[in-house]
């Protein structure tokens, strides 16, 4: 018998085995059934719909990671000026003073901040060590310019992407997430395509034997898949 296809299934795996099965279908010689080229239709329609939005999940993922490259690039700036505190030369310790009385205006707890007030917290501080009168004192300490310029290179990377991310969350706004999609996915090929199949099998095994085994080992592997992963949790 057709197992059904685990429910807690991570999206991508759903998302993946689903075009897997409609590839089989379109190459089944089943594609005039009436019945099942209807809930063909309603599947793919629904596969779709959850690719996109598991576009959408990897863009939030991008702009996540290019969230943790520029506080990285607060870190350089702070760390290095910290260090410069301690170095034999005053006059070199006298420039990181000054430097450090503008980080410490903000200081490393910026980076806990939301988006939003992180991104308006690091324009103040560029805005600030870019002003002449610190231009001499960043100047004697090698790296710092370095370091200030990659902080400013990622907070405009990370504004960027935001923006179109931002763009691309109001189009989507009105859709449903990846989760409520897979389960759509997953009720239509549980409740329908495997209980259609379970039927088809048992009493057309010459219509439909073959693409039913089909179907089954491809949803044995996703679920044997499933399954290891939750052993290995479990371990």
């Given at each position: 018998m057709i197992e059904k296809i685990i429910v807690n299934s991570r999206t991508t795996e759903i998302h993946g085995t689903t075009r897997t099965i409609n590839t089989s279908f379109q190459q089944s010689g089943?594609?005039?059934?009436?019945t099942l080229a209807e809930i063909f239709t309603r599947l793919v329609t629904a596969n779709d719909e959850l690719g996109v939005a598991i576009d959408r999940s990897k863009a939030e993922s991008i702009l996540?990671?290019?969230d943790d490259v520029r506080d990285e690039?607060?870190?350089?700036?702070?760390?290095?000026?910290?260090g410069y505190l301690y170095f034999p030369s005053q006059e070199v310790r006298a420039a990181a003073t000054n430097v450090q009385k503008v980080f410490d205006k903000y200081g490393f707890e910026v980076i806990k901040e939301s988006y939003v007030v992180e991104s308006s917290h690091?324009?103040?501080?560029?805005?600030d060590l870019a002003d002449r009168a610190l231009s001499a004192s960043i100047a004697l300490l090698p790296g710092l310019s370095d370091n200030i310029a990659s902080l400013q290179a990622a907070e405009d990377d990370f504004e960027n992407t935001r923006a179109q991310f931002a763009e691309e969350e109001a189009e989507?706004?009105?859709k449903p997430n990846a989760t409520t999609l897979k389960k759509n996915v997953v009720t239509i090929i549980n409740d329908d395509l495997v209980q259609f199949l379970r039927y088809g099998e048992r009493f057309q095994a010459a219509t439909y034997?073959?693409?039913a085994a089909t179907v089954a080992q491809l949803i044995n592997d996703n679920n044997e898949q499933v399954k290891k992963r939750a052993n290995k949790d479990t371990d």
């Open positions: 089943l594609t005039e059934d009436i996540a990671d290019k690039a607060v870190r350089a700036v702070g760390y290095l000026v910290q690091i324009v103040s501080m560029l805005g989507d706004s009105t034997g073959t693409f």
